[in-house]
Structures are given as structure tokens and as C-alpha cells.
């Protein structure tokens, strides 16, 4: 039984392993996937309904991001955080990978330093290596109260004149949204050195009460050294349409430095599906927070009472929790054990970098009676 007004219902068990995305067909099938991030929502309802009518109108053929993408894009921007963007300087990509690599290639040269902050989303190790550039780790500050940018840490990386700084705002796996303090600094320093900065904001429709979210290219003085990349596929579940958006604000980083072919390689379903959830999909999106908000206390709960070895911070944004299990073993231990002992799967901590030793993230997009039933059977694997 889901709690709450306005939580949003999610399939039982038995439904959600008949979906065919890599989430559901990775493990054996008595493995609950707390994996990758995917949801296990419903898809919003305008989303559904847009994606229904295209297939009876047999409408699969290419897609077409100007002009809707950059005008939906703008107007969610606009009306959810106050980001004033020039459609002009929205271009659709395939999705969010492909556009931070199509930026590195655009806006670096080939053995460039680019600087990446683990523990973080694993591609950001693959990305500046696919776009020819080595990377430089600043990892995140371990702080009291969570994970934070390591802004003299930054600063002295940044004296040494790479190309570019990859930021996760908000921040997988730790959930951190980082504050508009930290960011006007981190302009300043980028500013300094000159330094770009490749913003990933997928995450960002997906804070949680209790924090606000700062895009990067509000902080004053970003436009001539920021680029956004988003998209609505974390937070609306549309990660197989294939969409996301570049966002620029300066002529010196104007996206048309892509390559002109990159607009051809966007879903055509994806382009709909986010134009309908940037225009239509916002109530749905804040019962969405609702229901991760409930989701974030009740793990929260489960872990105080069954699993009390393994500690964390709730996160600010997303649905993903990094758990520290290193009181139960170093590298993956932990992580093993809850798989082959209680048939959970959680990624590994060591995929988001060397200070994810002993960590492991677990997905908590799912639905209450799922995630009870996850703890449970992880704590049964530590008896
Ligand atoms: C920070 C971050 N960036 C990018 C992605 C993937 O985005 P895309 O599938 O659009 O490349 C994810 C997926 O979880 C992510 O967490």
C-alpha cells in the first residue's frame, strides 16, 4: 500500500518484470534491480498519451527538435527555477553522454586535462577518454553532514590550466545539490583560469524538498564560461527515447560548433516525450517528488531499524541513496554479499571511483512494498 495523497502509484512485482529496459533483464529473475537509474513509476500521463498517439499515427520517422524542444525547454526553465534561456541557444542530442562528449571534442584539444570529481556517475570516466582528452580527479570533500565540491582542491587543479570541469549538478551518486555559493565561486575560479565548464544537470527536475536547485547558467558571469547539458529522461523515465538538450548563453560557446549531423541523431519519440513533459508534465512531476520524498524517509527508516552497519546522508536530489557499508567489508564486499546471499542488486561504489571502496548505491525509484522488501533481505544476508 502506497501512503500518501499524492504518491504516485508503481506495478507490483510481477508487472515490472515484464518491462524489457537493461533494468529488468540484467539479473535472474530472483533478483529484486535497485540498479540502474531507471524508475518504476507509470510514465507521466501527457507522456504516455503523445507516445500512443505517434505509434497509431504510425509517426516513427525523425525527429525534429527545433523549434519545440528549445521552446518547452525554456518555459519548464523559466517557470520551475527562474532560468531565462534563449531558444536560439537550445540543440537537441541523442542524450546526455553524447552531448558532454560532443562539447569535450567542440571544446578541447586532443590531451587536454579535463577534471572530473569522483565518486561520481561512472561515464564521466568513459566520456573525456572518447573525446580524446585525459582526465584530472578533484574527488568531492567528505564533509560532516555529506559530499561537497573541493573548491580549493578545484582551485588548484584549475592553476594547473585545463580545458574544461565536467560538474554533476545535482551531483550521482551522493545526491548533493550544490549550493549557489558554490557554484558563484566555482564561476569565479573558471573565470580565472579559464576553464569551461560542462554542466550535467540531469538530475536537476528531481530535487527533493528541503533544497533548491541552482542551474549553473543563473550564477552571474557563467554565460561566457558555462554549458548546460539536460535532459527530461531521469526525471520523467525516458532514458530509452534518446533526447537531451545542449544549453548555451555566449556566442564563444554557441552549440552550432557541434557537429551538423548531431541534431539528425535524436529519437523522434524522445524529442515528443520531452516536449510533452516540460509543457504538460509538471504536476506529475511534483507528485513524483512527493513520492521520492516518502521513498528517502522510509529507507531512511529501514536502514536505522534492520541495517544499522551501513550509514548515510539522505540525499538532496534524486533517487539514488550511496550507502557507506564499509563497517561490513572494504571494496565490494558488502555489496556481494546482498546479492548473492539476499538476491538484491545495488551497483558497486567502485564504478563511481577509487573513494567509492565500500560503498554501494542503491535505487530507490520503486515502490514502498519493493524497497521494504529489499532491506529486508539485505539485512537477512548479513545474519
Ligand atoms: C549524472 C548523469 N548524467 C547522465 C546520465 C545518463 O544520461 P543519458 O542517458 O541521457 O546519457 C545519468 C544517468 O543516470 C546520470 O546520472
Same mark, same amino acid.
Given at each position: 500500500?502506497?501512503?500518501?495523497?499524492?504518491?504516485?502509484?508503481?506495478?507490483?512485482?510481477? &508487472?515490472?518484470?515484464?518491462?524489457?529496459?537493461?533494468?529488468?533483464?540484467?539479473?535472474?529473475? $530472483?533478483? %529484486?534491480?535497485?540498479?540502474?537509474?531507471?524508475?518504476? &513509476?507509470?510514465?507521466? /500521463?501527457p507522456?504516455?498519451?503523445?507516445?500512443?498517439?505517434a &505509434?497509431?499515427?504510425?509517426?516513427?520517422?525523425?525527429?525534429?527538435?527545433? /523549434?519545440?524542444?528549445?521552446?518547452?525547454?525554456?518555459r519548464?526553465?523559466? !517557470?520551475?527555477?527562474?532560468?531565462?534561456?534563449?531558444?536560439?541557444?537550445?540543440?537537441?542530442?541523442? $542524450?546526455?553522454?553524447?552531448?558532454?562528449?560532443?562539447?569535450?571534442?567542440?571544446?578541447?584539444? *586532443?590531451?587536454?586535462?579535463?577534471?572530473?570529481?569522483?565518486?561520481?556517475?561512472?561515464?564521466? +570516466?568513459?566520456?573525456?577518454?572518447?573525446?580524446?582528452?585525459?582526465?584530472?580527479?578533484? /574527488?568531492?570533500?567528505?564533509?560532516d553532514?555529506g559530499?561537497?565540491? $573541493?573548491?580549493?582542491?578545484?582551485?588548484?587543479?584549475?592553476?594547473?590550466? *585545463?580545458?574544461?570541469?565536467?560538474?554533476?549538478?545535482?551531483?550521482?551518486?551522493?545526491?548533493?545539490?550544490?549550493?549557489?555559493?558554490?557554484?558563484?565561486?566555482?564561476?569565479?575560479?573558471? !573565470?580565472?583560469y579559464?576553464?569551461?565548464?560542462?554542466?550535467?544537470?540531469?538530475?536537476?527536475?528531481?530535487?527533493?524538498?528541503?533544497?533548491?536547485?541552482? *542551474?549553473?547558467?543563473?550564477?552571474?558571469?557563467?554565460?561566457?564560461?558555462?554549458?548546460?547539458?539536460?535532459?527530461?529522461?531521469?526525471?520523467?523515465?525516458?532514458?530509452?527515447?534518446?533526447?537531451?538538450?545542449?544549453?548555451?548563453a555566449?556566442?564563444?560557446?554557441?552549440?552550432?560548433?557541434?557537429?551538423?549531423?548531431?541534431?539528425?541523431r535524436?529519437?523522434?519519440?524522445? &524529442?515528443?516525450?520531452?516536449?510533452a513533459?516540460?509543457?504538460?508534465?509538471?504536476?506529475? %512531476?511534483? #507528485?513524483?517528488?512527493?513520492?521520492?520524498?516518502?521513498?528517502?524517509? =522510509?529507507?531512511?527508516?529501514?536502514l536505522?531499524?534492520?541495517?544499522? =552497519?551501513?550509514?548515510?546522508?539522505?540525499?538532496?536530489a534524486? +533517487?539514488?541513496?550511496?550507502l #557507506?557499508?564499509?563497517?561490513?567489508?572494504?571494496?565490494?564486499?558488502?555489496?556481494?554479499?546482498?546479492?548473492?546471499?539476499?538476491?538484491?542488486?545495488?551497483?558497486?561504489?567502485l564504478? +563511481?571511483?577509487?573513494?567509492?571502496?565500500?560503498?554501494?548505491?542503491?535505487?530507490?525509484?520503486?515502490?514502498?512494498?519493493?524497497?521494504?522488501?529489499?532491506?529486508?533481505?539485505?539485512?537477512?544476508?548479513?545474519?
Open positions: 500500500m502506497e501512503s500518501g495523497g499524492r504518491s504516485l502509484p508503481i506495478d507490483p512485482l510481477d &508487472v515490472l518484470r515484464q518491462r524489457r529496459s537493461a533494468k529488468w533483464q540484467t539479473y535472474a529473475k $530472483d533478483v %529484486l534491480p535497485l540498479t540502474v537509474a531507471e524508475m518504476d &513509476v507509470n510514465l507521466a /500521463p507522456v504516455a498519451e503523445v507516445l500512443a498517439e &505509434v497509431r499515427r504510425s509517426d516513427t520517422g525523425y525527429g525534429q527538435a527545433t /523549434p519545440d524542444l528549445g521552446r518547452a525547454v525554456a519548464f526553465a523559466a !517557470r520551475r527555477w527562474g532560468w531565462e534561456v534563449d531558444t536560439a541557444q537550445v540543440t537537441g542530442v541523442t $542524450d546526455v553522454g553524447v552531448g558532454v562528449v560532443e562539447l569535450l571534442r567542440a571544446l578541447t584539444r *586532443p590531451g587536454d586535462a579535463v577534471v572530473i570529481s569522483p565518486p561520481v556517475y561512472p561515464p564521466f +570516466f568513459d566520456w573525456g577518454p572518447e573525446a580524446g582528452v585525459r582526465l584530472l580527479e578533484v /574527488p568531492l570533500a567528505s564533509v553532514d559530499w561537497r565540491l $573541493d573548491l580549493a582542491a578545484l582551485e588548484r587543479a584549475f592553476a594547473t590550466h *585545463p580545458a574544461a570541469y565536467v560538474l554533476c549538478n545535482p551531483h550521482n551518486p551522493v545526491g548533493r545539490v550544490h549550493a549557489a555559493g558554490e557554484l558563484a565561486d566555482l564561476v569565479r575560479l573558471a !573565470r580565472i579559464k576553464v569551461t565548464l560542462i554542466s550535467d544537470e540531469i538530475h536537476g527536475p528531481l530535487v527533493l524538498p528541503g533544497a533548491t536547485f541552482t *542551474p549553473l547558467l543563473t550564477v552571474p558571469g557563467a554565460a561566457d564560461v558555462a554549458v548546460t547539458v539536460m535532459s527530461a529522461s531521469k526525471a520523467w523515465n525516458l532514458a530509452g527515447l534518446k533526447c537531451a538538450a545542449v544549453v548555451t555566449s556566442p564563444r560557446l554557441a552549440a552550432d560548433r557541434l557537429p551538423p549531423d548531431t541534431r539528425w535524436v529519437g523522434h519519440l524522445g &524529442v515528443l516525450a520531452t516536449v513533459a516540460y509543457t504538460e508534465g509538471e504536476a506529475w %512531476l511534483d #507528485d513524483l517528488l512527493v513520492t521520492l520524498d516518502q521513498r528517502r524517509t =522510509q529507507l531512511g527508516r529501514l536505522a531499524i534492520q541495517l544499522p =552497519q551501513v550509514t548515510w546522508h539522505p540525499p538532496e534524486t +533517487f539514488l541513496a550511496w #557507506d557499508c564499509s563497517a561490513i567489508g572494504p571494496d565490494d564486499t558488502a555489496r556481494e554479499r546482498f546479492l548473492d546471499r539476499g538476491r538484491v542488486a545495488l551497483e558497486p561504489g564504478r +563511481f571511483g577509487a573513494a567509492g571502496s565500500g560503498y554501494a548505491r542503491l535505487n530507490f525509484g520503486t515502490s514502498e512494498a519493493i524497497l521494504d522488501e529489499a532491506i529486508s533481505r539485505m539485512a537477512t544476508a548479513l545474519e
